[in-house]
């Protein structure tokens, strides 16, 4: 349980990171990061520091696929664990 919580917390600061290197890449003009990556690193445990990112970052936010996408997997990957808790340690 304690690397998970390591885990979701080094995950959720790579995601935030990476949306702040994609905004500085996208106002130079460089090569950027791909949405596939972004959503990548949502869909394995980063998406609440991808949200973060978005807004403080104000990256993606005019993007369909960013606006709906992150929020949905936020309430995907919170369904998970809420069922994961109540199945497997019926609290």
Known sequence: MKYLLLYLIA????GFAIMGIDKRKAKRHSSR???KTLFTIALVG???GVK????????KT???KF???IPAIIILQLAAAFFIVYK????
């Open 46 to 48: 980063g998406s609440i």
């Open 33 to 35: 990061v791909s949405e």
């Open 62 to 64: 005019k993007h369909k």
């Open 52 to 59: 973060f990112g978005m807004e403080l970052f104000r990256h």
């Open 67 to 69: 606006i709906f996408g």
């Open 88 to 91: 497997f340690f019926e609290l």
């Open 11 to 14: 995950i959720n600061i790579v």
